[in-house]
């Protein structure tokens, strides 16, 4: 439990980071390009939408034993029913993302965003038992992947922002 808060503590703070220092590149890429915030943002969410539908599918047909090798031992259900389940409800906030009315878009991104938090202990599982998957095989690999869910998270909030 220790280890769980200490992750926690550590993660909070990085994924603040990571959403300050997207908003500094989406600014930048805005003065390069000379496109409006509101396009990047919309090209963005779309994309997010399309990664998450992608790898729901993923979830549920070609990559079911790379997405097992991410499940914690200490969850109550069996390895490929928690990747079956866990891959229908990318595809739900995959299309969630696409067809939200703009009302709606800035909760939408805050719950994949507590998706990408709530799958972050089988990242860290994957990387604490030297789980191969996703081409992931070696610590060096797999330590990497940790710093990408605060990255797809600042993803889903900027992403989606009505601001």
Do not use: C
Request: charged share 20%.
């Amino acid at each position: 439990m220790y280890l769980q808060v200490k992750v926690i503590k550590t993660f909070v703070p990085f994924v603040v980071q990571v959403s300050q220092s997207l908003e500094s590149f989406l600014n930048r890429f805005h003065k390069i390009f000379n496109m409006e915030t509101n396009t990047i943002k919309t090209i963005a969410k779309y994309g997010l939408g399309a990664m998450l539908i992608s790898a729901g599918i993923g979830h549920l047909t070609f990559a079911r034993k790379e997405f097992q090798a991410q499940v914690p031992e200490w969850v109550p259900l069996e390895k490929d029913d928690t990747v079956i389940y866990s891959g229908i409800v990318e595809i739900a906030m995959g299309t969630a993302i696409l067809v939200a009315p703009r009302k709606y878009e800035s909760l939408v991104g805050k719950l994949a965003a507590g998706l990408f938090t709530a799958v972050f202990p089988g990242n860290y599982t994957q990387y604490k038992e030297r789980r191969n998957a996703f081409g992931l095989n070696t610590d060096t690999k797999r330590l990497a992947r940790l710093f990408m869910q605060p990255a797809l998270i600042a993803w889903a909030l900027k992403s989606t922002d009505n601001k």
